[in-house]
């Protein structure tokens, strides 16, 4: 009877050990930074998972997924943030696609998380936009591409009416690399009654824009699809 108590306790103990590890490293895994209440997931499939591990906001999408930072900037003004795409043995890891919309507004919202029911997350939406857009390693990884969306409802559905592609790279230095942890910045900064618009990857700059009819107002957004990304270090700031 002693015996059989004796391995009773020692199984509840063993449960409740495993148990209490499990919390634990839920708690790690959710742990929530101060800036995990101000992203809003605008997400094509109910698949899409969105965990904090510490610092690190982790992303895995079967589709298209979108990250609204919810605070609105104005010029000029500079994010930065640095963003890893994973490719190990996820089911979603895809090595393509580490994008970001700029000063983004819907002229038919007051804000753009405001429009995430009619976008669900599908990127044919996003034409809807005024932004700058960078598609770093878009297509299957095979191009990094600039565009100012002119938010010409009509490009939704007719491809003719979509925005050119102002700066573009098919080089394999300007695509993505596995598991790198690339240090991004963006900057807006007025020049005279235009602005220049800019995008740093890893101290390079790769797109170097002057807009005479610039967006003066705006959010950001982490933009990607079929992926699994981890984003930390992310910063909102006035640059001079």
Known sequence: MLRHLFK???????????RLACLLCSLQVLSLSAQSTHWRVEAESPKTRV?????????????????????????????????CVVVQDGCFD???????????????KPTPMHGIAQRGG????????????????????TTTRFRRYTADTLGVADVQRRPPVLVEYTDPSHLLLPNHWYSIKITAVPEGTAARIRYEV????????????????GWFAL??????????QFVVSKPQ
Request: proline share 5%.
């Open 8 to 18: 009773t306790t020692s199984h509840n103990r063993v449960v409740l050990t495993l």
């Open 51 to 83: 965990l904090w591990r510490g610092d690190t906001l982790d992303v895995t999408s079967p589709q298209g997924v979108s990250l609204w930072w919810d605070e609105p900037m104005e010029l000029p003004a500079a994010v930065s943030y640095r963003a």
């Open 94 to 108: 895809r090595l393509s696609d580490l994008n970001s919309f700029m000063l983004a507004s819907d002229p038919l």
């Open 122 to 141: 599908r990127f044919v939406e996003s034409y809807r936009l005024k932004c700058y857009y960078l598609g770093y390693g878009g297509n299957y990884n």
């Open 202 to 217: 890893d101290g390079e700059c790769i797109v170097d824009y002057l807009d005479t009819t610039p967006l003066s107002r």
């Open 223 to 232: 933009r990607s699809t079929w992926s699994h990304l981890r984003v930390t």
